[in-house]
């Protein structure tokens, strides 16, 4: 692999499942403390965002968001599930990420899921599918 300068960005759409995706970033931030000697060098860049749609959180619930993702998309009643989604390939193109990972909120991560998913990018895969069997 000749570039190790990638970035990838994890986005998360939700709407009353935050809590959901709140954990899904816990996990992923966990992981990369955990495993970090068994993360692919390939990607030197992780960002997590969150993406609520027309869902009104707590405070608490917007804190806690922050503390464990880089990016909190607020846009209540102005788009719904399927304009989240897209708009994660927006932002991803916007800030001109190599990989874009849409993660479902509630379809929790296996042990060590975030680890396997990364350390299976290269520069010859276009698209990556996972789900559990």
Not at 14 to 28: E, G, R, T, V, W
Not at 64 to 71: F, I, Q, R, T, Y
Request: aromatic fraction near 6%; charged fraction near 25%; hydrophobic fraction near 45%.
């Amino acid at each position: 692999m000749s570039d190790s300068n990638k970035s990838l960005l994890i986005y998360i759409p939700c709407h009353s499942d935050l809590d959901l995706a709140i954990n899904q970033a816990k996990k992923i931030q966990s992981e990369l403390k955990e495993n970090k000697k068994d993360i692919n060098s390939f990607i030197s860049k992780i960002e997590i965002a969150i993406s609520i749609n027309y869902f009104e959180p707590s405070k608490s619930q917007l804190d806690l968001a922050a503390s464990v993702s880089d990016l909190i998309i607020n846009k209540s009643e102005l788009f719904l599930a399927d304009a989240n989604i897209a708009h994660g390939f927006m932002l991803g193109h916007q800030r001109n990420v190599d990989f874009l990972w849409i993660l479902s909120a509630n379809d929790e991560l296996l042990d060590s899921g975030f680890t396997k998913m990364i350390n299976s990018l290269s520069d010859e895969i276009d698209l990556l599918v996972t789900c559990v069997p």
